[in-house]
Nanobody
Framework: QVQLVESGGGLVQAGGSLRLSCAASGRTFSTYAMGWFRQAPGKERDFVAGITSSGSSTNYYEPVTGRFTISRDNAKNTVYLQMNLLKPEDTAVYYC??????????????????WGQGTQVTVSS
């Protein structure tokens, strides 16, 4: 069992930056691949970024490539999402999720077993 708690969301102006954190409970965090997803009102939950258990491989949703960076610190049981050059269309609830397939950076929500409660990111124009 893994429990995930996101933090770091908030209100920011377009062009600004935020860093989201996702703290995981348990001793097995380093065996899970991790992902960030987001969901805007009335829309489906979309993949944003993924990282393998070791951190050696990452994957990004094309519209955030070059602006967002996913990373992890297994010693701290935490995964991060650095978001730069934010745009109003990035406004959503952001969720982190854990995938038992440690080598995968899957874009499908159904591949992830554990989810956090989400943190709101609002980008004003």
């Amino acid at each position: 069992q893994v429990q995930l708690v996101e933090s770091g969301g908030g209100l920011v102006q377009a062009g600004g930056s935020l860093r989201l954190s996702c703290a995981a409970s348990g001793r097995t965090f380093s065996t899970y691949a991790m992902g960030w997803f987001r969901q805007a009102p009335g829309k489906e939950r979309d993949f944003v970024a993924g990282i393998t258990s070791s951190g050696s491989s990452t994957n990004y949703y094309e519209p955030v490539t070059g602006r967002f960076t996913i990373s992890r610190d297994n010693a701290k049981n935490t995964v991060y999402l650095q978001m730069n050059l934010l745009k109003p269309e990035d406004t959503a609830v952001y969720y982190c999720a854990a995938n038992r397939n440690r080598y995968a950076t899957s874009t499908y929500p159904s591949d992830y077993t554990y989810w956090g409660q989400g943190t709101q990111v609002t980008v004003s124009s």
